[in-house]
Nanobody, 129 residues
Framework: QVQLQESGPGLVKPSQTLSLTCTVS??????????WSWIRQPPGKGLEWMGL?????????TPSSSYKSRTTISRDTSKNQISLQVNSVTPEDTAVYYC???????????????????WGRGTRVTVSS
């Protein structure tokens, strides 16, 4: 059974970089055909799919968002980990951040997530001075 665990600092100051890690166990991030997403939920709001990295290392981000240009998703295959970085954070980046094993399709360079079959428990990040 695949399990995901997010980790990272719970408090980040405005203008700094938010860095989170998702450690995957029970399966490899490179050997099946799923992708690995980052999703967040700001307080009082719905889930926001931020982007993902595929089993072969390609990255896709949500096409239109306030954070697309500030976001980088990467991986460390030796540690079976997925990472998220969001630069120049503001209080609007305060959220619970989740990683999830994802299935979907690519069309004209855009990824459309169809389902999320495994989730981490999430990690709460607050952006505040």
């Amino acid at each position: 059974q695949v399990q995901l665990q997010e980790s990272g600092p719970g408090l980040v100051k405005p203008s700094q970089t938010l860095s989170l890690t998702c450690t995957v166990s029970g399966g490899s991030i490179t050997t099946d055909y799923y992708s690995w997403s980052w999703i967040r939920q700001p307080p009082g709001k719905g889930l926001e799919w931020m982007g993902l990295i595929t089993y072969d290392g390609s990255t896709y981000y949500t096409p239109s968002s306030s954070y697309k240009s500030r976001t980088t998703i990467s991986r460390d295959t030796s540690k079976n980990q997925i990472s998220l970085q969001v630069n120049s954070v503001t209080p609007e980046d305060t959220a619970v951040y989740y990683c999830a094993r994802t299935g979907g399709t690519v069309y004209r360079g855009t990824y459309s997530p169809t389902y999320f079959i495994s989730w981490g428990r999430g990690t709460r990040v607050t952006v505040s001075s």
